[in-house]
T-cell receptor
Framework: KQEVTQIPAALSVPEGENLVLNCSFT??????LQWFRQDPGKGLTSLLL?????REQTSGRLNASLDKSSGRSTLYIAASQPGDSATYLC??????????????FGKGTKLSVIP | GAVVSQHPSWVICKSGTSVKIECRSL??????MFWYRQFPKQSLMLMAT?????????EQGVEKDKFLINHASLTLSTLTVTSAHPEDSSFYIC???????????????FGPGTRLTVL
């Protein structure tokens, strides 16, 4: 059974800082991995999707890396802004049996960017 | 972009009553919808996968007779928590696959969630 751990659980940084969020997963047999942002009352927003064959994926100030063999992914946020404050979730896609696939979520890292 | 709504946003009910939560895809047809549950400070856990016109597929440990899922149309799936108890209090989130599939990487659009509090 896939288990996903995200460190740290919470992070508070001043505006403008670069930061790294860590994610580890126990089953390296994944198809790809997604990073989501969760805002209260607004559901989840997909930020980046990294295919299992990729090592990095970039979107604006966000850069996600994937080391499938070691079961790790990191999300790098450059020049953080107060609007980045949210909970960030890591979720690998895995095979759950009987022709089904599913996302397994970590508990998330709650980020607060202080103006 | 694709929008998924949920209703209600928050529901408080007495123990023993049943609660229905609606999940709607507003501007696209969703052949496949997913229901997740998130307890405080815990991760989202997939409860079931719902396909329009067929029975939902439940994850291990989820009681299908307690959590009734109906996906009667391409834009609406409902989750009914029957005989709710305080331990069912949680945040329920649905998502919809715009591709109609449940394959890795297929974009899922998530609803804002419904907070259920059972007294």
């Amino acid at each position: 059974k896939q288990e996903v751990t995200q460190i740290p659980a919470a992070l508070s940084v001043p505006e403008g800082e670069n930061l790294v969020l860590n994610c580890s997963f126990t089953d390296s047999a994944i198809y790809n991995l997604q990073w989501f942002r969760q805002d209260p009352g607004k559901g989840l927003t997909s930020l980046l999707l990294i295919q299992s064959s990729q090592r990095e994926q970039t979107s604006g100030r966000l850069n996600a890396s994937l080391d499938k063999s070691s079961g790790r992914s990191t999300l790098y946020i450059a020049a953080s802004q107060p609007g980045d404050s949210a909970t960030y979730l890591c979720a690998p896609w895995g095979y759950s049996g009987a022709g089904s696939y599913q996302l397994t979520f970590g508990k998330g890292t709650k980020l607060s960017v202080i103006p | 972009g694709a929008v998924v709504s949920q209703h209600p946003s928050w529901v408080i009910c007495k123990s023993g009553t049943s609660v229905k939560i609606e999940c709607r895809s507003l501007d696209f047809q969703a052949t496949t919808m997913f229901w997740y549950r998130q307890f405080p400070k815990q991760s989202l856990m997939l409860m079931a996968t719902s396909n329009e016109g067929s029975k939902a597929t439940y994850e291990q440990g989820v009681e299908k007779d307690k959590f009734l899922i109906n996906h009667a149309s391409l834009t609406l799936s409902t989750l009914t928590v029957t005989s709710a108890h305080p331990e069912d209090s949680s945040f329920y989130i649905c998502s919809a696959s715009i591709s109609g599939r449940a394959l890795p990487g297929d974009t899922q659009y998530f609803g804002p969630g419904t907070r259920l509090t059972v007294l």
